[in-house]
Structures are given as structure tokens and as C-alpha cells.
């Protein structure tokens, strides 16, 4: 195991001058960092991949490829440099890869990887290769290098539609991570763009096991892009949001039954949004202790597209348990409903003004869309909920056909960047250079046997300045994109925390009160079932 430690920790990485609600601010850095062009898998959109394999501290990116292009494995330095590290990882996969994710599936501490790929090409004319496995799994070493363990994990041989149809247009749309069973152990669930859902059971000795057929709502039938793991009605145990793209009037959310079944209750929750679902992203937004959901879909208001205009984005206000319906969509009143064609989107205080902020990626190969604006939104008021666009005032307003997108603090100075990735086969790695306020990290970790260390579902909040904020500890997010495994959180001028509390999936949680732990990065674990222990002073 890579980290053996068994205590909670604290370490102050950086403190910010400053003050909260600034102008944000961006610098695209990717080609002075060490971020390059690569091959971009034909097809709709790409994924990019933000986590820190090799326990170091600092966040790693991974960028799959296109066919006979080695994947890309960019190591962080922990200033925010990175050196392209593939081959050397055993990482330079060459099949036509769409998304990455860096989860542990074997249960000793190490950020493992599986690949998605889409069997073969999408577009007509594209090379007529066919890969053995659309899921690939890399199994993480003592030495931060990785072994393929694809053959005999149960995973093998699967793939996206008939593998002996060349002209099958099937796209990787997700795969995300959680123990869906509560046995310790972390499942599988993919989803594949006009091929339907799969659910992949862990059986705890570094195989899966193919349980979709008795999954219940769990279906091949809808056009599935990005899914996002939650416990929507608090019964312990994680349940499914997948964006769908269709008229059809097929929306997912997978109430988990428990059993490895589950129950799609997404009209009854209010969780219907307009026909063309591409990203998900979760946090909340209104800093009222609920997760929300953002869901970027296609918009035209030229007359060229008549079924899309009156398609938008959708900001799904979480109301509550009980209420009805549980969620309803304030999109055009809070500001953020229309991005033209959006894929990529996260949540991130990138002023630390102790809300969250929202970027979106945007663009299509259509000419209509060929030149669609990246779009920041700064989050100015939480009741009522307000959001200003400023992505030309912030320097986030590329004009590429770009779709994966992350938001992470890559140079730990306590200030969200992001990562994007476009066609043809580019990158922008923009630094936070907001004179923004305080800040604090957590990362809920378990340390007991035969827990998910990386604490995947967790919810954490935190009380300062008179606010409470929420997040969630997730897998995949944006579009076919992996955040870290960590929870960041603006402060303002707020010079400590009136209250830490991280909740565990299985009921387990940790409380932490009136702590000066500003621009600081706090390890946290649970304590008994139930019980609440602060860190000494």
C-alpha cells in the first residue's frame, strides 16, 4: 500500500492577499506547463482526467487518445508543471480512447485505472480497427507504474454493440465508480452513448461480474452520456443520475433498492429536462445544505434548428426531501439556461466568496456551432439565486470546439483552475489568478478494512462567515471527466470554521467545530458509527 497512515492530518500549503469577491480572473498556461497537443478520438466529445494517482499530494491530469496515439499521463511537479510520464507509468495506450477514471478497485489504498474506448471508429472513414475490450483496467504498482489486468477480471471482451458491425455508431459516455452494494468494494457503472447502461458488480478478489440483466430499470435502451453517484433520498445507499440524450422521453435516476437493483424514478423527482443531456455537474449552489444538479444540453436561436430551440440548459434546485417535486429547474431565472451547444461543465468557488461559480464548455463540428463561446458564471447572489456570464472578463472565452473540462487546484495555491480539452486534439490549462479570499480543503479518507479509502459519495459541509456550504465527494463529473477525490471550499475573509462535518455514505461521519484551519488541507476520517470528534488544537 502507497499510504499507510492511520491518523487525521492538517497541513497549510499556501496562504492568498486578498479578498473575497474580486473580479475572476484566468491565464491559459497549457504549453508553459508542459500540457500538449494530442490526437482526439474522432467522435462527439473527449474527457480529461484530474486526480492524484500517486498520492503525492498534488493533482495528476490523464488525456485518452485517439487510434495508435499512446495516451497521456501528465505528472504534476506540485507547482502546477507537469511532465508527460505515459510510457513510463505503462500507461500509453494506443486504442481509440474517450474517458479514463482513477478509482481503487482492489482495495489497497492505490488509485487504480480503467479506460473506456469505443471498439472502433465513429465517423465513416475512420480506421477499421477493433480493440478486444472497450473497458481496459490497469492495476496501480508499488511503484506508481501500472500492469493491464483487463484479461480475467470479468471485463474482458465486452463491448460497445455489435463488435462485428464496423458501421455501429456507439460512443463511450461514462463510466463512474461507487459501492453500490455496500460491501466495501467499488462497482462499475458505464453508459454508452446510443448503447444503453451496464453495471458491473465487484466481487472483491479484483474481478467484476456483468449484473445488468437483473439490475432492474438499469437499460440498453437510451443514449447515455455523463452519470454522477449520490444517496438522492438518504437510505445509505448510492443511487445513479445519468444524463440521457433523446426526444424520447427517457430521463435516469436510479433509486438504489438495494441488491444490486434499482428502480428509475426520475419523473417522480421532478428530473426532467430538455431532450439533448450531455454533462452533469453537482454541488450547491444556493449554500442550503442541498446538492443541486447543473445539466448542459443544445440550444439555437437562429431558426437554422428548429427541435432545439426550445431546448436549454437545466439548474436543478434540490428542494428537499419530501417536497414536491423534489427538484425543480430555476435555469432561466437564475441565468444560466442557454450556452448554445454544451458539453463540459463543473462547479468551483473560483473567487472564494464562499459560493459556487459554474464554467461550461460549448461548440459542435456543425458550422452553426463550430465557433460557441466558453461560459463562466459567477455566482452573485444565493437567495434569490443569481448568476452573472463574465467568461470574456475573466479570459475564459475560447472559442473552440471543446467539451471535457474540469476545475481543480493544480499549483496548490489555494485558487480552482481548470483543464479543458478540444478538437482537434488540444489543450487549455487556465490558471486562477483571482486576488481571491481564504480557502480550505478536505479530503474524507477511511483507513478501516475493506472501506473505499477514497470515500467516494461523501458529502461534505462546512459553516463559515454566517454561510454553509455543501460538496460531494464523486467520480466521474463533467462530460466523460474525473474530479479529485477532495472537497475545496472559499472562506472569504472569514479567518476560521465554525464547524466541519463529513457524512459517510454508510452513516459514518466526523465533526469538527471552531477550528482555525484556513488555507489549509484537512485529512479526515471517520470516527465510531455516529459520533463526532474534533481535532486537537
Given at each position: 500500500m502507497s499510504?499507510?497512515?492511520?491518523?487525521?492530518?492538517?497541513?497549510?500549503?499556501?496562504?492568498?492577499?486578498?479578498?473575497?469577491?474580486?473580479?475572476?480572473?484566468?491565464?491559459?498556461?497549457?504549453?508553459?506547463?508542459?500540457?500538449?497537443?494530442?490526437?482526439?478520438?474522432?467522435?462527439?466529445?473527449?474527457?480529461?482526467?484530474?486526480?492524484?494517482?500517486?498520492?503525492?499530494?498534488?493533482?495528476?491530469?490523464?488525456?485518452?487518445?485517439?487510434?495508435?496515439?499512446?495516451?497521456?499521463?501528465?505528472?504534476?511537479?506540485g507547482t502546477g508543471n507537469f511532465t508527460e510520464v505515459a510510457a513510463l507509468r505503462g500507461l500509453n495506450s494506443t486504442s481509440n480512447d474517450r474517458m479514463g477514471l482513477f478509482f481503487d478497485y482492489d482495495g489497497d489504498r492505490d488509485l487504480d485505472l480503467i479506460i473506456g474506448n469505443d471498439h472502433h471508429g465513429y465517423f465513416p472513414g475512420a480506421p477499421n480497427i477493433t480493440?478486444?475490450?472497450?473497458?481496459?483496467?490497469?492495476?496501480?504498482?508499488?511503484?506508481?507504474?501500472?500492469?493491464?489486468?483487463?484479461?480475467?477480471?470479468?471485463?474482458?471482451?465486452?463491448?460497445?454493440?455489435?463488435?462485428?458491425?464496423?458501421?455501429?455508431?456507439?460512443?463511450?459516455?461514462?463510466?463512474?465508480?461507487?459501492?453500490?452494494?455496500?460491501?466495501?468494494?467499488?462497482?462499475?457503472?458505464f453508459g454508452a452513448w446510443l448503447d444503453g447502461q451496464n453495471l458491473f458488480e465487484n466481487n472483491g478478489d479484483g474481478t467484476f461480474t456483468d449484473v445488468t440483466a437483473g439490475s432492474g430499470d438499469v437499460t440498453r435502451n437510451i443514449a447515455n452520456w455523463n452519470a454522477v453517484m449520490h444517496d438522492f433520498n438518504g437510505d445509505g445507499l448510492l443511487d445513479i443520475y445519468g444524463a440521457v440524450d433523446g426526444a424520447d422521453g427517457i430521463k435516469c435516476l436510479l433509486i438504489n433498492q438495494g441488491g444490486m437493483t434499482f428502480v428509475n424514478e426520475a419523473a417522480a423527482y421532478g428530473l426532467v429536462p430538455s431532450f439533448n443531456d450531455m454533462g452533469v455537474a453537482m454541488s450547491d449552489v444556493n449554500n442550503d445544505g442541498l446538492l443541486d444538479l447543473y445539466v448542459t444540453e443544445i440550444h439555437d436561436a437562429s431558426g437554422n434548428f428548429p427541435g432545439w430551440a426550445g431546448s436549454q440548459n437545466v439548474m436543478f434546485i434540490d428542494n428537499g426531501v419530501g417536497a414536491s417535486p423534489r427538484y425543480t429547474d430555476d435555469a432561466i431565472a437564475c441565468g444560466t439556461a442557454f450556452c448554445d451547444w454544451g458539453w463540459g461543465c463543473d462547479f468551483a468557488d473560483f473567487d472564494n466568496d464562499r459560493d459556487v461559480d459554474l464554467a461550461v464548455t460549448n461548440g459542435s463540428g456543425l458550422a452553426h456551432f463550430a465557433t460557441d463561446r466558453s461560459r463562466l458564471f459567477e455566482n452573485v447572489s444565493t437567495d434569490p439565486l443569481a448568476?452573472?456570464?463574465?467568461?470574456?472578463?475573466?479570459?475564459?472565452?475560447?472559442?473552440?470546439?471543446?467539451?471535457?473540462?474540469?476545475?481543480?487546484?493544480?499549483?496548490?495555491?489555494?485558487?480552482?483552475?481548470?483543464?479543458?480539452?478540444?478538437?482537434?486534439?488540444?489543450?487549455?490549462?487556465?490558471?486562477?489568478?483571482?486576488?481571491?479570499?481564504?480557502?480550505?480543503?478536505?479530503?474524507?479518507?477511511?483507513?478501516?478494512?475493506?472501506?473505499?479509502?477514497?470515500?467516494?459519495?461523501?458529502?461534505?459541509?462546512?459553516?463559515?462567515?454566517?454561510?454553509?456550504?455543501?460538496?460531494?465527494?464523486g467520480t466521474s463529473w463533467s462530460i466523460l471527466g474525473q474530479a479529485p477525490y477532495e472537497a475545496h471550499f472559499g472562506l472569504g475573509d472569514a479567518t476560521k470554521v465554525d464547524r466541519i462535518e463529513v457524512r459517510w455514505v454508510d452513516g459514518r461521519s466526523r465533526v469538527i467545530h471552531n477550528k482555525k484551519l484556513v488555507n489549509t488541507i484537512v485529512e479526515l476520517r471517520p470516527g465510531p458509527r455516529g459520533a463526532g470528534h474534533a481535532v486537537p488544537e
Open positions: 499510504n499507510s497512515k492511520r491518523v487525521v492530518t492538517w497541513a497549510v500549503v499556501g496562504v492568498l492577499s486578498g479578498s473575497a469577491g474580486a473580479q475572476i480572473s484566468f491565464v491559459e498556461e497549457a504549453g508553459a506547463r508542459g500540457l500538449t497537443a494530442f490526437a482526439h478520438t474522432n467522435g462527439e466529445c473527449l474527457g480529461v482526467s484530474a486526480a492524484d494517482y500517486d498520492g503525492d499530494g498534488d493533482i495528476d491530469i490523464f488525456v485518452p487518445t485517439d487510434f495508435g496515439t499512446p495516451s497521456r499521463l501528465y505528472e504534476n511537479d480493440w478486444p475490450h472497450t473497458l481496459r483496467l490497469f492495476r496501480q504498482n508499488a511503484d506508481h507504474s501500472f500492469t493491464e489486468v483487463t484479461v480475467g477480471s470479468g471485463l474482458e471482451g465486452w463491448h460497445i454493440g455489435a463488435p462485428t458491425d464496423p458501421n455501429f455508431l456507439g460512443m463511450v459516455g461514462t463510466i463512474t465508480a461507487g459501492d453500490l452494494d455496500n460491501d466495501g468494494d467499488l462497482d462499475l457503472y448568476f452573472a456570464e463574465v467568461g470574456v472578463s475573466a479570459g475564459f472565452d475560447d472559442t473552440f470546439f471543446a467539451s471535457g473540462l474540469i476545475a481543480a487546484d493544480f499549483n496548490r495555491d489555494g485558487r480552482q483552475d481548470m483543464v479543458e480539452v478540444h478538437h482537434p486534439g488540444g489543450m487549455l490549462l487556465y490558471r486562477n489568478v483571482t486576488p481571491a479570499g481564504n480557502w480550505l480543503v478536505i479530503k474524507p479518507r477511511r483507513y478501516d478494512a475493506g472501506a473505499d479509502h477514497f470515500s467516494i459519495g461523501a458529502v461534505v459541509r462546512v459553516w463559515a462567515g454566517g454561510e454553509v456550504m455543501t460538496r460531494l465527494i
